[in-house]
């Protein structure tokens, strides 16, 4: 029985570690970073993350019945820096990473780290009322849909070139270009 309940409480601790560990990924936050918060302080950010992200899921879904708009854009992501887990402490390049998305949605693309294709950071990206938003903050709510937030353009018709650009969310963009084309469906 003892030998059960000790089977038992090790897999509780280890899937609290893995469980922790997650959490501390999904902030974009860095091991000594997260080790110097007090678990209360801890939970409480993974339960603030949590609902911000779905907060963004209501948004998004509760304005995609009222689309207008049937287009996507053609993004593409290159140049510059970004932060990988499991450090998110200093910005490493990464390949160039190209992407549609349609109106009202958000998605998840994978950037690959230049060098270690094992080396993955995911890339949050919303297109939502004209707008592009990159990286959501895993804290201000005011960021809620993104960390960077690009604004229509006539010029996306044609494709246009956003250059130098940097994000504050989980991934940290640094200095990177992002071209975005609109393409419209009827």
């Known amino acids: 029985m003892q030998s059960n309940f000790r089977i038992f409480f090790l897999a509780l601790v280890f899937f609290h570690a893995l469980g922790c560990s ?11 970073e997260w080790e110097s ?6 939970n409480a ?7 911000m992200v779905e907060e963004r899921r209501a948004m998004v879904s509760r304005n995609t019945e009222n ?14 820096k970004a932060m990988f887990p499991p450090d998110f402490i200093t910005w490493q390049t ?14 998840e693309i994978a ?9 993955e950071a995911k890339l949050e990206i919303c297109f939502f009322e004209n707008a592009l938003y990159i990286d959501p903050s895993t804290h201000d709510t005011d960021k809620l ?7 229509w353009s006539p010029l996306w018709q044609s494709g246009f070139n956003y ?19 609109q393409i419209n469906e009827d």
Not at 67 to 80: Q, S
């Open 94 to 107: 990464y390949r160039p990473v190209n992407f549609r998305i349609p109106c009202n949605q958000c998605q």
């Open 111 to 119: 950037l690959l780290n230049e060098f270690n294709s094992k080396l």
């Open 67 to 80: 689309l207008i708009y049937h287009g996507y854009l053609n993004v593409e992501i290159r140049n510059g």
């Open 163 to 181: 250059e130098n650009v940097s994000s504050t969310g989980r991934v940290k963009l640094n200095d990177v270009t992002i071209e975005v084309h």
């Open 145 to 151: 849909l993104g960390s960077l937030a690009i604004y």
């Open 22 to 32: 997650h959490a501390r990924k999904n902030l974009g936050i860095s091991k000594l």
């Open 45 to 51: 950010l993974a339960s603030n993350f949590n609902t």
């Open 37 to 42: 918060y007090s678990k209360s302080h801890r």
